[in-house]
Antibody, heavy 125, light 106 residues
Framework: EEQVVESGGGLVQPGGSLRLSCTASGFTFSTFALSWVRQAPGKGLEWVSSINGNGANRFYADSVKGRFTISRDNSRNTLYLQMNSLSAEDTAIYFC??????????????????WGQGTTVTVSS | DIQMTQSPSSLSASVGDRVTITCRASQSIRNYLNWYQHKPGKAPNLLIY???TLQSGVPSRFSGSGSGTDFTLAISNLQPEDFATYYC?????????FGQGTKVEI
C-alpha cells in the first residue's frame, strides 16, 4: 500500500523555524514528484511547494518563496520542508502528497493520488 | 496565476440525492482538472483526474465533465460517506491552484 506520513509539526513563535518531514512507503520514492499542501484553520487547500523525483526542480507558492525550502532524501524515502521566518499566516495543517502520472495514448495527466493525514503547525507567541 | 472558482460554497442534500458542483478556471486549462474529496481529520482523496476520468477505487456514482474553463462534478445517489468538502484543482500550469471548496452537508 502506498503511504506517506508527515511529522515535525508543533508550536513555534513568530519568526521561528520548523522542519517538517514526510516518510513514504509502498512505492518507488525517487520516481515521483511530491508536494506540500496546507490548510489554514477554516480555509481551503493551498499548494505550498513541489519537488521533482531527483530533487533538481523545486517550485514554491509566492506566499512562502524565500522562506521555505523543499528537499528530499531518496535514500531515506523522505521529503522535507524547512520553514523559516514563520508568521501567524503560516498556521495550518501541512499535508504531504505524491503526484501520480496517468497516461493515455495521447496525453499524460497528473494528480495528487497519495496524501498523508497532515501535521499541524501553529505559529503563536 | 490561474484562479479556480467553485460554486456553491456549500450545499445541503439528503441521502439518495444527486448533487452537482461547478468549477470555473480564469483561463483555459484544457482538461487538466482534478477533483478531491476531503473529510475533517483525514487525508484528501483524489476522485477524478483529466476532468472526467475516475481514479481507481472511486465509486461510479461520481462523475466529472467539462473542458476549457467550465467543469462539473456530479454525485448521484448520495451516500452518507459522501458528506465532505470537495475541491477542484488545476494541473495545467504552476502555481497549482485549488478552488475554495464546496461543503456537502446533510
Amino acid at each position: 500500500e502506498e503511504q506517506v506520513v508527515e511529522s515535525g509539526g508543533g508550536l513555534v513563535q513568530p519568526g521561528g523555524s520548523l522542519r517538517l518531514s514526510c516518510t513514504a512507503s509502498g512505492f518507488t520514492f525517487s520516481t515521483f514528484a511530491l508536494s506540500w499542501v496546507r490548510q489554514a484553520p477554516g480555509k481551503g487547500l493551498e499548494w505550498v511547494s513541489s519537488i521533482n523525483g531527483n530533487g533538481a526542480n523545486r517550485f514554491y507558492a509566492d506566499s512562502v518563496k524565500g522562506r521555505f525550502t523543499i528537499s528530499r532524501d531518496n535514500s531515506r524515502n523522505t521529503l522535507y520542508l524547512q520553514m523559516n521566518s514563520l508568521s501567524a499566516e503560516d498556521t495550518a495543517i501541512y499535508f504531504c502528497a505524491k503526484w501520480g502520472q496517468f497516461c493515455s495514448s495521447s496525453s499524460c495527466y497528473y494528480g495528487m493520488d497519495v496524501w498523508g493525514q497532515g501535521t499541524t503547525v501553529t505559529v503563536s507567541s | 496565476d490561474i484562479q479556480m472558482t467553485q460554486s456553491p460554497s456549500s450545499l445541503s442534500a439528503s441521502v439518495g440525492d444527486r448533487v452537482t458542483i461547478t468549477c470555473r478556471a480564469s483561463q483555459s486549462i484544457r482538461n487538466y482538472l482534478n477533483w478531491y474529496q476531503h473529510k475533517p481529520g483525514k487525508a484528501p482523496n483524489l476522485l477524478i483526474y483529466a476532468a472526467s476520468t475516475l481514479q481507481s477505487g472511486v465509486p461510479s456514482r461520481f462523475s466529472g465533465s467539462g473542458s476549457g474553463t467550465d467543469f462539473t462534478l456530479a454525485i448521484s445517489n448520495l451516500q452518507p460517506e459522501d458528506f465532505a468538502t470537495y475541491y477542484c484543482q488545476q494541473s495545467y500550469s504552476l502555481p497549482w491552484t485549488f478552488g475554495q471548496g464546496t461543503k456537502v452537508e446533510i
